[in-house]
């Protein structure tokens, strides 16, 4: 014998009172709601930044210690050429190189062409052994990728060389 299934009875919800309490919440949510003000959407720090002007002082014309950052018109590679202004400095640069066996070092060698971050650091590094008022400047082609200076400044501040100048043209 079959059971007889009841009819499901079915019911219809109305949705408009829903939407309409949907929207009356909406708007006063919308009235009462207050905004952040410049004051509070602003940064709770300041940056206070030095006032400079331009520099227009001269390179130092003693205990200088100049690194030229160019490109190499004939191999067309980029080297540091390091070079010390005090001819005695100059000197005892020239005979601790010669003793590091660093290439192409002589005694005699004025101005030395770096290659490698190793041979520049051991540069900064001896520089400040002899002459701990060294003045060191960068002095760097226009052309030349920022990497090259920061590799410079990294050599700078391993050995506490955090003061220096960059060589610039006055502009006309």
Do not use: C
Request: charged share 25%; glycine share 0%; aromatic share 12%.
């Amino acid at each position: 014998m079959s059971k007889i299934k009841k009819k499901r009875v079915g019911f219809v919800l109305d949705m408009t009172p829903l939407v309409d309490i949907t929207f009356l919440l909406l708007t006063f949510f919308m009235f009462t709601a207050k905004f952040k003000s410049q004051e509070e959407s602003s940064e709770r720090f300041v940056i206070k930044r030095p006032q400079t002007v331009a520099d227009t002082a001269k390179v130092p014309e003693k205990d200088l210690v100049t690194i030229k950052i160019a490109v190499d018109t004939v191999s067309r590679d980029t080297a540091w050429y390091y070079s010390m202004l005090n001819e005695q400095d100059r000197t005892r640069l020239a005979a601790q190189m010669v003793a590091l066996k660093f290439p192409e070092a002589t005694p005699t060698t004025t101005q030395f062409k770096i290659t490698d971050t190793t041979w520049l650091q051991t540069f900064v590094k001896e520089s400040r052994t002899i002459n701990q008022q060294a003045i060191f400047a960068i002095d760097a082609d226009q052309n030349i990728k920022y990497r090259w200076v920061e590799h410079v400044m990294t050599a700078f501040r391993r050995y506490n060389a955090t003061s220096f100048n960059f060589v610039t043209d006055k502009k006309q």
